[in-house]
T-cell receptor
Framework: AQSVAQPEDQVNVAEGNPLTVKCTYS??????LFWYVQYPNRGLQFLLK??????LVKGSYGFEAEFNKSQTSFHLKKPSALVSDSALYFC????????????FGSGTRLLVRP | DTEVTQTPKHLVMGMTNKKSLKCEQH?????MYWYKQKAKKPPELMFV???????INESVPSRFSPECPNSSLLNLHLHALQPEDSALYLC?????????????FGQGTRLTVV
């Protein structure tokens, strides 16, 4: 079965410090992986994706993610957190047999304190 | 224009009412989606339209009726809903039949059934 796990319900970090939001996946074949962010009472905003190529993917708002095939992980990172980064973050994988479906992780709430 | 527009933003309806949610995009995307999201949970796929034809129905109750009048518009007709249907309803669009494409989400309609 294909799945995505976000092991942390919440991540707390001080402003200016680096942040990491963890994501691991279980999928056979080459995974297509995505990160989305959701601010309160808003829709999901696309941050970045891994399809193929360079394991370090750069995205919007200074975020990046590192694809690690051996550890089946796709952790989201940012060198210096901002209070405005506080939001709900979802990792997602696209199943091999679909061009449409996204399997979402349970979400991680990021809280950046001033 | 990378925007998906949803109206209304908020909707309160009684269990005997009929209402409709609307979604519009002008990115030329031929795949459009309806998702349901409960608080602090990931979005759940409801329907997918591909080239204005219903492609996926994730066993959604018939009180939810989708419609795709043209390639830019997507509606969700609501009738005889239950209080447990209260949620954030998200519309999304993407390129069609491209497995590596990301979905663009609207801001959602916050639905309350009383």
């Amino acid at each position: 079965a294909q799945s995505v796990a976000q092991p942390e319900d919440q991540v707390n970090v001080a402003e200016g410090n680096p942040l990491t939001v963890k994501c691991t996946y279980s999928v056979s074949g080459n995974p297509y992986l995505f990160w989305y962010v959701q601010y309160p009472n808003r829709g999901l905003q696309f941050l970045l994706k891994y399809i193929t190529g360079d394991n370090l993917v750069k995205g919007s708002y200074g975020f990046e993610a590192e694809f690690n095939k051996s550890q089946t992980s796709f952790h989201l990172k940012k060198p210096s957190a901002l209070v405005s980064d506080s939001a709900l973050y979802f990792c997602a994988v696209r199943p091999l047999d679909s061009s449409y479906k996204l399997i979402f992780g349970s979400g991680t709430r990021l809280l950046v304190r001033p | 224009d990378t925007e998906v527009t949803q109206t209304p933003k908020h909707l309160v309806m009684g269990m005997t009412n009929k209402k409709s949610l609307k979604c519009e995009q002008h990115m030329g995307h031929r795949a459009m989606y309806w998702y349901k999201q409960k608080a602090k949970k990931p979005p759940e796929l409801m329907f997918v339209y591909s080239y204005e034809k219903l492609s996926i129905n994730e066993s959604v109750p018939s009180r939810f009726s989708p419609e795709c009048p043209n390639s830019s518009l997507l509606n969700l007709h609501l009738h005889a809903l239950q209080p447990e249907d209260s949620a954030l309803y998200l519309c999304a669009s993407s390129q069609d039949r491209v497995r590596g494409t990301e979905a663009f989400f609207g801001q959602g309609t916050r639905l309350t059934v009383v």
